[in-house]
């Protein structure tokens, strides 16, 4: 069973720092790029983060750019948001997700973890 499972999430306060996991199973994910989206209240899911296979190409949101780091680890299976300085903006349900590494539509989703920045 393929599975992406977040942890991590919590409520933290502005300037503050969170590091978000996400452990992948059920297949071999050398081959993915993974990514982390997030959707704030009322707001559509935009992606955060994005690292391909080898963690040679790195994507951030203007957003988020200095302030968050992805990173992953293939022994481990394991893909990782380093947020630091984290803003009320930040506040938003996390997914981790997954597509194969030259295509274009994520296959695989997490089920989210809560991030809550208070001012």
């Known amino acids: 069973q393929v599975q992406l499972v977040e942890s991590g999430g919590g409520l933290v306060q502005a300037g503050g720092s969170l590091t978000l996991s996400c452990a992948a199973s059920?297949?071999?994910?050398?081959?993915?790029?993974m990514a982390w989206f997030r959707q704030a209240p009322g707001k559509e899911r935009e992606p955060v983060a994005t690292?391909?296979?080898?963690?040679?190409?790195?994507d951030y949101a203007d957003s988020v750019k200095g302030r968050f780091t992805i990173s992953r680890d293939h022994h481990k299976n394991t893909v990782s948001l380093q947020m630091n300085s984290l803003k009320p903006e930040d506040t938003a349900v996390y997914y981790c997700?997954?597509?194969?590494?030259?295509?274009?539509?994520?296959?695989?989703w997490g089920q989210g973890t809560q991030v809550t920045v208070s001012s």
């Open positions: 997700t997954a597509r194969l590494d030259w295509g274009t539509e994520y296959e695989y």
């Open positions: 059920g297949r071999p994910w050398t081959n993915y790029a």
């Open positions: 690292i391909n296979w080898n963690g040679a190409k790195i």
